[in-house]
């Protein structure tokens, strides 16, 4: 497994690493023993970057994790965030970077886990509420005390991350990027990059729709989130698949698939970045990790710009109530 660094003299994790959402939440049903299979299958192709959240079940995916992990501890860099949650009826999503949360929410995070620390821990969303100064200086304390290895912040604006940066060295930033989600070549490329902060693309698949399998809302479950994201809705649905059509062709003439072109184009924006692609699969596993060995070459990366260019994905990428988070 080659390997990639998370910031400047940061700790060094596998060039992929393996988004555990899905295992439990927001995908539609889910298979505890196939999810297990997959991170130990991942573990012995040298994965080390294991993702997982508080709000993932909620609960339920850390608890997969720890449960997976258990007794192969060592080989994983686990990372973990906390601070959001939904209301009832999920229309409103409610964001708590107070002081007291931090303390809170990594004792449950290391039960859940059943670990003595956690390596990567982040901040899910920015509380507009609560300077973001007094937040990190909580979660320094998490480091001083031996809980908390590193410090990672997602979907933060980049006067954010200055300011957080400022009160103790954060790791990495965790925002959504891909082919169809590149906000994040405005400003916070070149944020991190000057304050030699690692970059974690999530969803460098565009929650899947990026690997062609998805040809119709039908393919996904009644309970599937996906089904209310504006990017997989009415006539966005079609013109995205019609983008993806146009870069699985790229793909077939290079001989990969879909997806591991995807994966590529995001591992060849930088050294610097790390995607966390999830699946629920071996196989799609195996085929993700193979994304590493792709080369792209200029004329590749062209073609690929000429038929897929930013700003070309249809609709928002999240629907109002995940929206009303972003970027703070």
């Given at each position: ?11 060094e ?52 994790l ?56 982040y901040?899910?969303?920015v ?13 320094a304390?998490l ?7 590193f410090?990672?912040?997602s ?21 959504e ?42 393919d996904?479950?009644e ?7 504006p ?13 993806v059509?146009?870069v ?21 924006q ?21 994304a590493?060995d ?35």
């Amino acid at each position: 497994m080659k390997t990639r660094t998370l910031g400047l003299g940061g700790p060094e994790v596998s060039a992929i690493g393996l988004g555990c959402m899905g295992m439990s939440a927001f995908y539609g049903g889910s298979n505890e023993g196939q999810s297990i299979d997959v991170i130990h299958r991942a573990l012995d192709l040298g994965v080390t970057l294991f993702d997982t959240a508080e709000i993932y079940g909620p609960e339920t995916n850390e608890l997969l994790l720890g449960k997976a992990l258990k007794g192969r501890r060592d080989e994983a860099f686990i990372a973990t965030k906390f601070g959001i949650n939904y209301n009832a009826d999920r229309t409103v999503l409610a964001v708590d970077g107070s002081p007291a949360n931090v303390r809170r929410a990594i004792e449950g995070s290391l039960s859940r886990l059943g670990v003595d620390h956690v390596d990567l821990y982040y901040l899910h969303r920015v509380d507009p509420d609560t300077p973001i100064e007094d937040t990190v200086g909580a979660m320094a304390e998490l480091v001083t005390e031996g809980k908390v290895r590193f410090l990672g912040l997602s979907e933060a604006a980049p006067a954010t991350i200055r300011k957080a940066h400022a009160v103790h060295p954060i790791t990495a930033l965790q925002t959504e990027y891909s082919l169809w989600s590149r906000e994040p070549e405005d400003e916070i490329l070149a944020t991190v990059r000057e304050l030699g902060i690692g970059f974690v693309p999530y969803s460098p698949l565009g929650r899947g729709f990026l690997s062609g399998e998805i040809r119709s809302i039908d393919d996904l479950p009644e309970d599937d989130f996906r089904r209310s994201n504006p990017r997989f809705m009415g006539e966005n649905f079609q013109k995205n698949l019609d983008l993806v059509a146009a870069v699985s062709a790229i793909a077939a003439d290079k001989g990969v698939t879909a997806a591991q072109l995807a994966l590529a184009w995001v591992l060849a924006q930088g050294e610097d970045l790390v995607p966390i692609p999830g699946t629920r699969r071996v196989a799609t596993l195996e085929q993700n990790i193979a994304a590493t060995d792709i080369v792209l070459t200029a004329e590749d990366l062209s073609r690929i710009e000429a038929v897929f260019p930013k700003g070309a994905a249809s609709g928002e990428r999240y629907a109002a109530a995940g929206r009303s988070a972003l970027n703070r």
